[in-house]
């Protein structure tokens, strides 16, 4: 069986085409998707995070700042920067780039941000949103996963995904989404975590795998039946033969060849897909004020 390699770089590039319309369009009422980036500390992944971010918003034509804090500053400082951006009509979304360092309460950070304004879609209302099945902002990540089972028209009713990590920024939003009703949806969702026991006899009775655990080449060619989906959310560096670092992901994509039906590679899957998702909700945002919106 020939695996497919579902690229999230050709997808986000679609992704871009279409928001190009919706920009010019915002732009010719005189408005200009802005974000505001909040990043502390010297955490170089999150160094290069922003970075791919930003370029992304500038490539488009859309307007950032990045407001950057020392690894030292206060929970105090962080919260009323956040409320100054709430206020700030110059930005229609806020990031603050995770993780933060372990004197700051992050739950504290991500909840004073304006749901409206929380294109990342992690403050409680929105999640809470999403659980009810009428999201506002999906966070970045889930929400690309689903543009990969639109775009290659994966179905998911009738069909049993397995999900592993159950964090709040991937795992439970796309466990909680996939199970919901709708096209592309409705699936029998199975979330697998740390406390799972047995958890690769999941993987091995499911059709669509989510893999969001940060285990490098944690799934293999035993852990999965014939023909199964693998969406690897996972980035992990690590060192090649050669001693040099390299990105890879949660799936050990060579032992899955042949075996898996289809497989997002990293990197160019789901990264890229994660920023052209915070576009959009950037986007979104921007028109949602000028429409009034709650
Ligand atoms: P977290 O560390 O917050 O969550 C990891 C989850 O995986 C937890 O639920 C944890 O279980 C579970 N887990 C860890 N080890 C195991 C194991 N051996 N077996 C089963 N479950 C396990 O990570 P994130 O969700 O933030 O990120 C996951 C991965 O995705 C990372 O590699 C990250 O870099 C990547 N990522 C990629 C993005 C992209 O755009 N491609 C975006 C965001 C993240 P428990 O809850 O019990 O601790």
Request: proline share 5%; aromatic share 6%.
């Amino acid at each position: 069986m020939d695996t497919k390699i579902l690229s999230g770089v050709d997808l986000s590039f679609e992704v871009y085409t279409k928001l190009r319309e919706r920009i010019e369009s915002l732009k010719n009422q005189s408005i200009t998707p802005s974000l505001a980036v909040v990043l502390v500390g010297n955490n170089p992944a999150s160094k290069v995070y922003v970075k791919n971010k930003i370029k992304r918003f500038k490539d488009l034509g859309l307007d950032s700042s990045t407001f950057t804090f020392p690894e030292n500053v206060t929970e105090e400082s962080l919260l009323k920067k956040i409320i100054d951006l709430n206020n700030d009509n110059a930005f229609h979304g806020i990031l603050v780039q995770l993780p933060l360092p372990g004197h700051i309460d992050s739950e504290k950070i991500l909840t004073i941000i304006d749901p409206k304004k929380d294109v990342d879609g992690f403050h409680p209302v929105n999640l809470g949103n999403l659980t009810a099945g009428s999201p506002i902002f999906i966070p970045c990540t889930p929400k690309g996963i689903l543009r990969f089972f639109e775009h290659y028209k994966i179905e998911l009713s009738g069909k049993h995904v397995v999900v592993v990590g159950r964090s709040n920024i991937v795992g439970r939003p796309i466990s909680i989404l996939t199970s919901l009703k709708g096209r592309y949806l409705n699936a029998t969702t199975t979330i697998c975590h740390s406390g799972s026991s047995d958890l690769f006899k999941f993987t091995q009775m499911a059709d669509v795998i989510i893999l969001a655990l940060g285990k490098p080449h944690f799934l293999k060619s035993e852990h999965i039946k014939q023909g199964a989906i693998v969406i690897d959310v996972g980035i992990n560096r690590i060192e090649n033969k050669e001693g040099r670092g390299i990105l890879v992901g949660d799936a050990d994509i060579k032992s899955l060849e042949g075996k898996a039906s289809a497989i997002t590679p990293v990197p160019g899957g789901v990264g890229p897909m994660t920023i052209a998702m915070l576009v959009e909700n950037t986007v979104e945002a921007a028109e949602r004020l000028l429409n009034n919106e709650s």
